[in-house]
């Protein structure tokens, strides 16, 4: 304990102003007290004696006052030093979740393109089993029928137009399916590396944040009220990752599943794989936007930060 209270202090023990008020203490507490100890013989009476004994009891005061003056102002360096140190190390943190937030949204532009692409893949012109069981109002937006629905309607007009009896037509859409599996299953992989599943790559940190916002709220800096709910968005922009990675790999699966000979196409398989892009294409687009809301405030933040330079306590 007496061992880390001087740590402590020893950072003041350095300032010359506190030297300085040790020094005249010790002067002046020692003639005061070779004073009272009537060592001395007052030179020219009583009066002089005791103007010098006032003296002496001033300089005490007076060095008293000094060593409190060096320790204020020492405190205050060692607390802006402590202020700067912090929004350095703040700006490090908030940098590198910035990246994270970049990746992810690069990232995002690729699975909307997987996405894009499957979707168009599926309504290839000219296969008229494709055409007729993926309907473009399933992608369309607006308020579409319910994939069960859609699933159900599409199977009828297969069985109505009588495509399922066109071996021809049949040939060329089981042909397009085997195509169609083999971009997903060469697809796929990327996509799951993407995804980062195990929280290795694409990181938001908030420990400097964390033990440092006592500190921070100290400093006379624009934006730190901002910084927890910028934290916060970041946070849940992270999380909202991992459902929009899933539900694209899971539009990928169903359309697996659907395309699988030992499955084959029926109702439920169908209204799956609807579903699945209804879904996948419904959060990628709102995840970009939120994407895009996100980085607008990492890079207002980061602009603040980077002016910054000596803080001020308040």
């Keep these: 304990m007496n061992s880390l209270s001087f740590e402590k202090l020893s950072p003041y023990l350095s300032d010359p102003l ?7 203490l010790l002067f002046f507490g020692l003639a005061r007290a070779l004073i009272k ?55 490090g943190e908030f940098n590198a979740n910035a990246s994270a937030v970049e990746a992810m ?34 992608v369309q937006g607006g308020s579409p029928p319910p994939p069960s629905k859609l699933a159900a309607a599409a199977l009828n007009a297969l069985h109505a137009k009588g495509i399922d009896r066109n071996a021809r037509a049949m040939a060329q859409g089981d042909q397009a399916a085997r195509a169609i599996v083999g971009v997903i299953e060469r697809t796929r ?20 944040w964390e033990a440092n916002a006592p500190i921070l709220r100290k400093v006379n800096l624009d934006g730190v009220s901002a910084l927890q709910d910028t934290y916060t968005q ?37 209204a799956a794989a609807l579903a699945q892009e209804r879904q996948s294409v419904t959060l990628v687009t709102a995840y970009g936007a939120t994407l895009t809301d996100a980085i607008a405030n990492v890079q207002r933040l980061q602009t603040k930060l980077a002016g910054v330079g000596r803080p001020v306590a308040r």
Excluded at 18 to 24: A, P, R, T
Excluded at 60 to 65: E, I, K, P, R, Y
């Design 189 to 208: 992989p990327t996509i799951v590396s993407l995804a980062d599943a195990k929280h290795e790559r694409y990181v938001i940190r908030d420990t400097i």
């Design 18 to 24: 506190v030297l300085i008020g040790f020094f005249l």
């Design 105 to 138: 949204r690069l990232n995002t532009v690729t699975l909307l393109t997987v996405l894009q692409k499957t979707a168009q893949s599926v309504r290839q012109p000219g296969i008229t089993t494709l055409e007729t069981l993926f309907p473009t109002q399933n």
């Design 234 to 270: 970041l946070r849940d922009v992270r999380s909202d990752y991992d459902v929009v990675c899933a539900s694209v790999l899971a539009y990928l699966d169903s359309l697996l599943a659907l395309f699988d000979p030992k499955i084959g196409v029926n109702p439920n398989t169908l």
């Design 37 to 91: 100890s009537k060592l001395l013989t007052p030179v020219s009476g009583i009066k002089s004696y005791r103007l010098l004994q006032t003296l002496f009891a001033y300089g005490f005061a007076l060095g008293v006052l000094v060593i409190a003056l060096g320790f204020g102002l020492k405190y205050r360096d060692l607390s802006q030093a402590e202020q700067r140190n912090a929004i350095e190390l703040l700006k």
